[in-house]
Structure formats: C-alpha cells, structure tokens
C-alpha cells in the first residue's frame, strides 16, 4: 500500500507539473507573444512607411550613398505603388542614375591614371620590402650557415672518409 501511495504521489506531481506548464504557456501565447507580435507588425509599418522610406532615399543621396538610394527607393515602389511619394520617388531614382552613371563614366576615364600610379607606389613598396628581406638574409646567413655546418658536419666526414 505504501508503495502504491508514493506512486499516486508521483503521479499527481508530474500532472500538476504539466498542467502548471500549460497554464504558463497558455498565458504567455495569450498576452505577452501576442503584444510582441502587435508591436512587431506596427514596427514594420512604421519602417516601411512611404514618407519613410522617401526621406531616408534623400538622406543617402545627400550623402552620396547612390546603391542605398537607390535600394530604399526600389522598396518604396514595391511596397507603395500607387502612393503620393512614388512620383518624388520616380524623379529622385532618375536623379541618382544620371549622377551615378556620370560618376562611373568619370571613374572609367581615370581609372587608367590610378592604376598606373598604384602600380609604381605597389612596386616601390616590394622593392623596399624585398631589399630589407635580402639585408636581413645577408645579416643571418653566417648564423644559418653554421648552424647547418654544425648538423652536416658528421654525415659530409662519413662521406668525405668513403
């Protein structure tokens, strides 16, 4: 009878347990995943916000930041297609192709320039590099050289007696 007792016990604990836990569960899906996800939707909103997404498009082409521009305008016309914003939006895009299009023309022109003189500073800088490299191999080549003395020198005699 004991043992039949403490297993009763036992199993009364493990149910108010798993009952316990699905109070807990059932009261945070209720109110607090469900504020979370409320909240999290009226975020996204406010982030993809038409006048939002425009002004953020104007502060990255001010700063010249032409692929974000032009990224956060493409999300406007996706996500606000038939908005007041789109047509600014339209202009603005127009805008900073022509000025992106002009800077890539202005690169191409030069790069041939930049190229040449990263070539000649590139060179110098290895032929100081290997310069110093040589000294350096100059300065340690009696060390290493008697160092190999010093492991050879027993197995040069076996041949050299032979």
């Known amino acids: 009878m004991i043992k ?10 493990i149910f ?3 009952v316990g836990a699905l109070l807990i569960y059932a009261v945070m899906s209720l109110s607090i995943v469900k504020n979370v996800k409320v909240e999290n939707e009226a975020l996204k909103k ?3 916000e038409a006048s939002r997404l425009l002004t953020d498009a104007k502060g990255f082409y001010e700063n010249k930041n032409y692929g974000d521009a032009m990224k956060t305008l493409e999300t406007l016309f996706e996500k606000h297609p038939g908005s007041s914003e789109m047509g600014e939006g339209k202009t603005l895009y127009a805008e900073i192709e022509g000025e992106k299009n002009a800077l890539d023309r202005k690169w191409e022109a030069a790069v041939g320039a930049i190229r040449e003189e990263w070539a000649i500073t590139m060179a110098a800088q290895l032929r100081a590099k290997f310069e110093k490299d040589k000294e350096t191999l100059e ?7 008697n160092t190999e003395w010093d492991k050879m020198k027993d197995k040069i005699r076996e041949e050299w007696e032979k």
């Open 139 to 145: 300065k340690n080549m009696d060390d290493v050289l």
């Open 16 to 18: 108010a347990f798993l």
């Open 4 to 13: 039949n007792e403490k297993g009763r016990i036992w199993v009364n604990r």
């Open 46 to 48: 406010e982030l993809y």
